[in-house]
């Protein structure tokens, strides 16, 4: 089978204009004439192996980056989004791969349009009165954050690289090294019986944290402190590049940001990496090494996207009872539903019926990848009696060919049959599902009254 041609133009221009390049300099640089780098930006002409291999010998360039990650992003969500029935005209599979290669930045504006014009048709819908006196439509600040990280590959280097060097400094051993730290900054720490994770008074200068969270919670909840405290300006340089459209995004922002301090202090880049390695990538492990939870750990190790020295590529997700996406982030070629549940034929849903086991499924999803998934129930207690508990479960999986290097894939048969699971009903184009919810998008219906199947209707 011949290899398919590599058209990369936006990234090769966004790498050219990172570097501080003009287009002369650059194609001197790679070796090539400049009609010939013109004609790869414009994806005119494919990106020739010696340009690749004058990228990672001129620059240093991770040439992985050059791969299709951002476009097929870009690509499942314009196909979820344009499956609104508000839009009634299928548009081809090759005209949004055009699109999201040569135009990313007008994809991302549909899909911000798109966002818009759901948050208001839900605000209609449920009678909300906050569309505002203007009547004008943003996008919701919850999902401008999340497409912030998702489109970062959840990796925030400096953020990433700041903490690495925070958790160098106070060593090996982290509670002692943040009691430490905390008294070196007249802050004292103490512990209460309630229901709220922490709280800082910066007058009195006092961290509170609760009673009722374990260890792995606690120390989290410091290094968040710390983020807060004493990366400010990094945090607020991070926020200014990002441009958010309102306060409120910039806000919740900046506790994701706090929040990725957070784990990736607790489990510092290399050191995690290493640890993921030797111990094949068990979760349980890692959590009692680096004192942190098993959705921290499944979190962490979806970040490892590091030029140079980048960690298997998992996809982790979590999702409530109801089948809601909580959390999500692919480093995969796998994507998530951005509206409404996850597909019900994943194990991710079985996991909240088998409380502490760790499930296995092979999957194939309908472009024809296998992953290994691994899913679990992460439910926690209020801490107390009468308190309601946080029911969640996570998923964390990778391409099959990289189960070889996880331990829970060990035992199975890795060209067995991979049960069919897709990202939403209406962009899935499986014909037989048993579990389909609504018609897909892009399929002409058949309805005949005297003949039923196990739908109304057949594709």
């Known amino acids: 089978m011949a290899a398919r041609k590599l058209y990369a133009g936006a990234k090769l221009r966004e790498v050219r204009t990172r570097i501080g390049l003009t287009q002369t300099d650059f194609a001197a640089r790679l070796g090539i004439s400049l009609p010939y780098l013109n004609q790869m930006e414009n994806n005119n002409r494919p990106i020739s192996t010696s340009v690749v291999l004058a990228l990672a010998r001129e620059f240093g360039f991770d040439v992985t980056e050059l791969g299709a990650g951002d476009d097929e992003r870009l690509v499942s969500d314009m196909r979820e989004a344009l499956a609104d029935p508000v839009i009634s005209d299928a548009v081809p599979m090759a005209d949004l791969r055009l699109t999201a290669a040569n135009a990313p930045a007008l994809a991302r504006a549909f899909l911000t349009l798109h966002r818009a014009y759901r ?38 280097d400096s953020v990433d690289r700041a903490a690495e060097t925070f958790a160098a400094q106070i060593g090996r051993d982290l509670d002692a090294g ?100 030797d111990t094949r990538h068990d979760l349980e492990r890692l959590a009692r090494q680096f004192g942190a939870s098993l959705e921290q750990v499944a979190h962490r190790l979806s970040t490892l996207q590091r030029t140079g020295a980048k960690g298997v590529p998992f996809f982790f997700v979590r999702v409530d009872q109801a089948g809601q996406i909580t959390k999500r982030h692919s480093a995969t070629r796998l994507q998530f539903a951005r509206f409404g549940g996850a597909c019900p034929l994943w194990n991710v849903h079985a996991a909240f019926a088998t409380p502490g086991r760790f499930l296995r499924q092979m999957a194939e999803t309908p472009d024809g990848v296998r992953y290994f998934c691994l899913a679990r129930d992460v439910s926690t207690s209020g801490g107390a009696f009468g308190t309601p508990t946080r029911r969640h479960a996570i998923a964390l999986g990778c391409e099959v060919r990289h189960a070889p290097r996880i331990t829970y894939a060990d035992g199975l048969d890795l060209s067995a049959t991979f049960e069919p699971i897709g990202i939403s009903c209406r962009i899935c184009e499986r014909v037989a599902c048993h579990q389909r919810a609504v018609p897909p998008l892009e399929r002409p219906l058949k309805i005949d009254p005297d003949d039923r199947g196990l739908l109304p209707y057949d594709l």
């Not at 819908?125 to 590959?153: I, K, N, Q």
């Not at 958010?244 to 806000?251: G, K, L, Q, V």
């Open 119 to 156: 948050d208001g048709a839900e605000r209609l819908a449920s009678l909300d009165a906050a569309l505002g006196v203007s009547g004008t439509l943003t996008p919701s600040p919850w999902e401008e954050v999340r497409d912030f990280f998702h489109y970062c590959d959840n990796y925030i």
């Open 178 to 277: 943040l009691a430490r730290w905390w008294a070196d900054r007249n802050v004292v720490v103490t512990q209460y019986e309630a229901p709220r994770l922490r709280h800082f008074d910066r007058g009195a200068r006092r961290l509170t944290l609760s009673t009722r969270s374990s260890a792995a919670t606690n120390r989290f909840q410091q290094l968040h402190q710390v983020a807060l405290n004493a990366q400010a300006k990094l945090l607020d340089a991070t926020l200014d590049l990002a441009r958010f459209s309102s306060d409120d995004a910039r806000a919740i922002a900046r506790t994701g940001l706090a929040n990725y301090f957070a784990g990736a202090a607790l489990m510092p880049y290399e050191a995690f990496r290493a640890a993921a390695e």
